[in-house]
Each structure stands twice: as structure tokens, then as C-alpha cells.
């Protein structure tokens, strides 16, 4: 069995339980050196074989896991964030398929997640926005052509953009072509959420660009926008005393 892991953002004490003890009986463990905190892999035993991901292709990575996993040494890949955002996870899954190998999968807290922790802030606000939209421009890889920034900021809804800060200039212009966000929409932006170099900058979506230039910042960080960062939502229904729920009745 081959264990898929999310290391969380960062903080070593943000992996979960599950994760954490994987690691600790693991006698292989193969993690994205440029993105996981390495006091992660120092949770494995001092015995047991690293293998940094940054330096190999995917066949590489393959053939670690499937000598481990022969060997009896419940591999752990152990990925930044939680496997199913950028994470590769699929190629990886299907390969181990075609050898007939097991794996399963436990989730981690997102950069997204420790992002907004980090602002103090939430995502989902009655009356203010009820959709996140999780995304990132084109690079060296490309999006479908749907999924355009600025299509997708059309929308209005709240927005988390990946892998985009090295390119803060489009990510401004896509931002402010959807129509829905002006020059001065609140955004952020958040390097490295939870780990102990953690920087969160407040600006305007008019004056992202320029905040990540003159903060130095080339990645690992998120972009974020919308008027979550700066607004107060109306009351939730869920603890209106108003309104009735399963489980009480509401006053008049």
C-alpha cells in the first residue's frame, strides 16, 4: 500500500494525526522538497530512506514507490497542501493502477485554508460572496481555454490564485477585465501561510501588482481577492433566533 499524504501548508503541527503517524511507521518517504516543510520528513524514523521530488520525473517516483511498497516499507508521498489541488496526484494513482499496487489517500489543510487563517478572514459570507473559486493563470502549463481569469472573474465571488505570483501584472489585469472587481477590491497577498517567514500584505486589486513587486515576493504565496477580506456580512440563518432549524423553533 502506497499512502498519498498532505503535508499541510506548512506548520508541522498542521499535518493531521493520520498523516503524522503514516510518516512516523513509514520506512520510504518521497516529498516535494521546494514546498514541504522539512521538519515533516525529520516525523519519519531516522532509518527510513528520503527522497526529494523536486529532483525526479515522474517514472522515478514511481519505481521508489513500487520498490518500497515490494519491500514492505509502507511508502508515503508526501505531497505540500492537500493532494487533490496541483498536486500531480492522478498520473501518480494511475501508474500505480497499471501495477497493480494499492494506495489511499489522506487529505491535508490547503494553503487556501491557512491563507484565510492567516487574514482572519472567511470566505463564505452571507450577503457578500457564497463561492470560492480556486485557480491559477497559465504558465509554462497551460488552463482550458473556459477557465480564463477573467472569465472567472466575472463571477465576483471570492478568489484564490495559485502559482500565479511571479506573473502579479496578468493576474491584475485578468482580474479587473471580468468586470465584477474594480481597482479598489480588497486583496491580499500570502506567503508561505503558516509557515515562521510568514507575510500577509493587504492591498487593492488596482495595486496588486505593484504590492508584490515591492515586497520582493516570486512565490509560494497565494493571491486573493474579493470583498471577503474587507466587509461584514449579514447574520447566517443558522443562528437566527427567528429562524427555525431541526433542531429548535424560531421566536417571532
Avoid at 40 to 58: G, I, K, N, Q, V
Wanted: charged residues 20%; proline residues 5%.
Amino acid at each position: 500500500m502506497v499512502h498519498f499524504v498532505g503535508a499541510g501548508p506548512g506548520a508541522a503541527d498542521l499535518m493531521t494525526v493520520r498523516g503524522t503517524e503514516l510518516l512516523r511507521r513509514t520506512g520510504t518517504v518521497v516529498y516535494a522538497g521546494s514546498l514541504v516543510n522539512p521538519a515533516l520528513a525529520d516525523l519519519a524514523a531516522p532509518e527510513c530512506e528520503r527522497f526529494d521530488s523536486a529532483y525526479l520525473t515522474l517514472e522515478e517516483i514511481v519505481e521508489i514507490l513500487r520498490r518500497a511498497d515490494r519491500q514492505g516499507r509502507e511508502p508515503v508521498r508526501l505531497h505540500s497542501g492537500d493532494p487533490c489541488l496541483y498536486g500531480a496526484l492522478r498520473e501518480q494513482t494511475d501508474a500505480l493502477d497499471a501495477l497493480g499496487i494499492s494506495w489511499d489517500v489522506t487529505p491535508g489543510v490547503s494553503s487556501f485554508c491557512a491563507a484565510a487563517a492567516a487574514l482572519g478572514a472567511e470566505y463564505t459570507l452571507p450577503g457578500v460572496s457564497q463561492s470560492v473559486i480556486l485557480t491559477r493563470l497559465p504558465g509554462r502549463t497551460p488552463v482550458p481555454e473556459g477557465e480564463s481569469l477573467a472569465r472567472l472573474a466575472e463571477c465576483g465571488a471570492s478568489m484564490a490564485i495559485f502559482l500565479s505570483t511571479g506573473m502579479a501584472e496578468a493576474v491584475q489585469r485578468e482580474l479587473l477585465a471580468g468586470g465584477r472587481y474594480s481597482a479598489h477590491t480588497p486583496a491580499a497577498v500570502v506567503y508561505r501561510a503558516s509557515w515562521p517567514d510568514q507575510q500577509v500584505i493587504r492591498c487593492t486589486v488596482g495595486t496588486l501588482a505593484e504590492t508584490v513587486e515591492a515586497a520582493g515576493i516570486r512565490n509560494t504565496a497565494l493571491l486573493l481577492a474579493g470583498d471577503f477580506l474587507d466587509a461584514s456580512g449579514q447574520r447566517s440563518k443558522l443562528y437566527d433566533g427567528t429562524f427555525s432549524t431541526g433542531y429548535r423553533e424560531g421566536s417571532p
